[in-house]
C-alpha cells in the first residue's frame, strides 16, 4: 500500500492540550440529541426525500422525543424551503420543538433562509464555513484573515435579519474544525459569541464538526476540551459536536467528546450520512441506556423506527446494525445459545411476576431485546454451529417442551449432521420434524388396553415395529413395565432407564410427548412419543427405542 503518500494528523493540526480530565469522567445524563437526517442525511442520499417521506421522518422523530430537529437546508433547494414553509404555514411544528435550517455564510442565502422559517415560534439559524487550511486554499482563496471577515461580516447579517424576530438564536460551524488550527477556531468562534451576545437567556451553538475524520477517537476528545476550556462566556455557550464516521469510530468520537464537555450531539438515525456517515443517534443512546442512563429518547418499538427510516431514506439498516439490525439479538454459536438459555432461565426465575422491569444481567445480550419492542423468539437460531443449547430453546419456545440433556446432546449431533449437508438454518418446524424422523416410532400402536387389577396393570398391545408385528399381553406395576415383557416375550430385551412425560398445547388441541432412554443389546437408545393419551405416548416412546435399533 502506498502510505507513504499519507500525512498523521500530528503533521495536520495541532492539539494544544497536554493534560487532559475527559478520561476520568462519566456521563450520567443524557446530551442534547439533535438529528440532522433531514438536512446532512438528506442531501447524502441517492435519491433525497419527496416532500413526504420528509413530512413521516420529521413526525417520527417527534415522536421518538427529539425537541431540537434540523429541518432542512432552505436557501439551498426549492423542496427544502417549500418544506420549510409548509412546518410553518400549517402549524405541524409543536410549541416544545426548536426546529434549526443551515444555512452558508452568504447574505442572500442567510435572507431566503429567514424569509422560510417566518412565522416558526423556535428557531435556530445554523451559520457554517469551512475554516481548515486546505479548504481555505483549495476551495475558499483566502487566508486566515480574510476568512474571518467573511464569516463576521455573515454573522452580522444573520443578528441584522434574527434581532428583528422573536424565539430565534444562533448556531455556527467551523466546518472542518478537528483540522483547523485551535487558535483561529477559538478567535471566530469568541468573536461570534461577543457580536450575537451570548447569554444564558439565550446562549450561542458552536457546533465542532469532525467533517472528515482523521485520527482516533481520543485525539477529537483533547480538541474538544480544549475548546471546552477556552471559549469566551463559557456559561452562554452551549457546545455541540457533529463527528463523521470515516475511521469507523465516529460513536467513540462523539462519546468521548461528550466526556470532554460537549452539551449538544447532531447526527443521524442508524448513522446515515456522506461518505461513511454520520454518527449514529441510535446507538449513542442505547450505548447509555445499557449503562443505566436514560436517553430521553423512545425507542421501545425499535423496529417501527427502522422501517421508517429505511422507507424515508430507501437505505436498509444492515442485519448487524447494532441494537437495530435484524440479527443483533440472535446467537448461532452453540456455547452463546447455551449461556442465553441458562441466563434466561434464571432471569425469569429472579424477576418473578415482573420480568420486564428487573435488573438485567443475561449472558450476551446487553440489553433486554424487550425494551426496543423485540421479543425471544428470534434470539436463538440454529445452523450447523448450533449446540443443544440452541436446539432445546427453540423447541421450548416453539412447542413448549424441554428436551432431557441427554437427549439434548445425542439430538445436537444429528441436527449438526443436517445443518451440515443443507448448509442453511434450521428451523423451530424442522426441529420438530427431525426430532420425530430420528427418534418416533416409525410403526403402528394399532390397539391397547390396560386393565387396573389387584396384582398389577394387565397391559394388551396390538402394534408394529419396525416392520415386525408385536402382540401380546403381560401384567405389571405399570404399562410400560408390562410392555417390556411384552417386548421380551418377542426376542427383544428392553431396560427403561428413565421416562419424562410433558404437555404440548393447551385444552382440546393438548397433547401428551414422552420422552424415553432405553438399553437395549448393551447400548442406550431415546425415543419420543406423542398422542392424546399419556400412557399411548409412554408406549409409543418405548416402542421407538426399539424400532430404533432395528
Known sequence: MPSHRYRPYTDRVQV??????????????????????????????????????????????IAMGYKEIEVGYPSASQTDFDFVRDLATLGLVPDDITVVVFTAARTDLIERTFESVRGLPN????????????????VLGRDRDE????????????????????????????EVFNLTEPDFVLEVCNSLTELWDACRDRPVIHNLPATVEIATPNVYADQIEYMHRHLDRRDSVILSVHPHNDRGTGVAAAELAVLAGAQRVEGCLFGNGERTGNVDLVTLALNLHAQGVDPMIDFSDLDAVRRTVEYCNRINVHERHPYGGDLVYTAFSGTHQDAIKKGLARHRAAAG???????????????????????YEA?????????????????????????????????????????????????????????????????????????HREDGDRLRVEATVGGAPVEGAATASGPVEALTRILSEHGREVEVLSLAAQSVGEGSDGRAITFAQCRIDGGTRWGVGLDSSVTASALESVLATVAGTA
Open 147 to 174: 476568512l474571518h471577515r467573511l464569516i463576521f461580516d455573515a454573522a452580522q447579517d444573520v443578528a441584522r435579519c434574527g434581532d428583528a424576530a422573536a424565539g430565534v438564536r444562533y448556531e455556527f460551524s467551523p
Open 379 to 451: 434470539v436463538i437460531r440454529v445452523n450447523s454451529q448450533s449446540g443443544k443449547g440452541g436446539i432445546a430453546y427453540l423447541l421450548q419456545s416453539g412447542y413448549g417442551i424441554d428436551l432431557p440433556r441427554g437427549l439434548q446432546i445425542d439430538f445436537a449431533r444429528r441436527v449438526q449432521c443436517t445443518a451440515d449437508d443443507s448448509g442453511v438454518e434450521v428451523t423451530a418446524q424442522q426441529l420438530w420434524d427431525l426430532l420425530f424422523a430420528e427418534y418416533g416410532n416409525h410403526g403402528e400402536l394399532a390397539r391397547w388396553t390396560v386393565e
Open 16 to 61: 494544544p492540550l497536554t493534560e487532559r480530565s475527559w478520561p476520568s469522567n462519566r456521563t450520567t445524563v443524557a446530551p442534547l440529541w439533535v438529528p440532522v437526517d433531514l438536512r446532512d442525511g438528506n442531501q447524502a442520499l441517492a435519491e433525497p426525500m419527496d416532500p413526504a417521506r420528509k413530512r413521516r421522518f420529521f413526525e417520527q422523530l
Open 353 to 375: 411476576t415482573d420480568p420486564d422491569h428487573a435488573p438485567w444481567d443475561v449472558p450476551y445480550l446487553p440489553i433486554d431485546p424487550r425494551d426496543v419492542g423485540r421479543d
Open 123 to 138: 428557531v435556530v439559524l445554523h451559520m457554517y464555513t469551512a475554516t481548515a487550511p486546505t479548504w481555505r486554499s483549495v
